[in-house]
């Protein structure tokens, strides 16, 4: 899973959102590392759709311009799961490498 998907997946895991709702809760959500541009993000929003794990929740035409919204499925639900588990074990073998990790006294690895 793409860290743009595990981000999307993680915004709609709140609640439904529409696109600009969603780049901005991406942002908040990876502290500013990932910057979803719009098109990006309609391309990842139709990979998930077509994989079942995200799904058009409504429609709503605000200032003139239809909004739609988007929703996590159960599936998505729990690929979100899985992928945040996956995550977690390997932070965890790299937090446990480090343990016994030194530099060298140059600075550089060993």
């Not at 993000?41 to 909004?67: F, I, P, S, T, W």
């Amino acid at each position: 899973m793409t860290e743009a998907a595990f981000f999307v997946l993680t915004a709609l895991a709140g609640a439904p959102c529409h696109g600009y709702g969603i780049v901005s809760e991406v942002q908040e959500l990876s502290q500013g590392r990932v910057h979803l541009k719009v098109g990006t993000l309609y391309g990842v929003l139709d990979r998930l759709v077509a994989d079942g794990l995200v799904e058009l929740d409504r429609e709503e035409v605000q200032q003139g311009r239809l909004r739609r919204y988007y929703r996590l499925t159960d599936s998505g639900g729990r690929a979100l799961a899985e992928e945040a588990d996956r995550q977690v074990a390997n932070a965890r073998a790299a937090t446990e490498r480090l343990g016994v990790w030194r530099p060298a006294a140059d600075g550089g690895a060993a």
